[in-house]
Nanobody, 124 residues
Framework: QAQLEESGGGLVQAGGSLRLSCVVS????????MGWFRQAPGREREIVAA????????TYADSVKGRFTISRDNAKNTVDLQMNSLKFEDTAVYYC?????????????????WGQGTQVTVSS
């Protein structure tokens, strides 16, 4: 069973930056796609970004394109989310997840292992 641990969340002013990191153990990391999702209070969980095992054909939510960058380091079993130009509406709990396969999907049911989440709060 894969285990995931996120870090890097916190409080930041609008316009600022944060970098989230997720370390994965218990699975052959380089064979699986990875995703970052978020869930704000009263809202459904939504995709932020997803990266396949190859690191190519990355998917971003329209709301974060041009501001967020997902990357992975297969040697370190990590997937990062660099978040720039943060907005108040980016406030949410952010989760990393491991895909069921090598692909990167925007659908949360395509992922079968999740981290505990890290809070990102953007003050306006």
């Amino acid at each position: 069973q894969a285990q995931l641990e996120e870090s890097g969340g916190g409080l930041v002013q609008a316009g600022g930056s944060l970098r989230l990191s997720c370390v994965v153990s218990g699975r052959t990391f380089e064979n699986f796609g990875m995703g970052w999702f978020r869930q704000a209070p009263g809202r459904e969980r939504e995709i932020v970004a997803a990266i396949p095992y190859s690191g190519r054909s990355i998917t971003y939510a329209d709301s974060v394109k041009g501001r967020f960058t997902i990357s992975r380091d297969n040697a370190k079993n990590t997937v990062d989310l660099q978040m720039n130009s943060l907005k108040f509406e980016d406030t949410a709990v952010y989760y990393c997840a491991v895909s069921r396969g090598a692909w990167a999907s925007a659908r949360d049911y395509e992922y079968d292992a999740w981290g505990q989440g890290t809070q990102v709060t953007v003050s306006s």
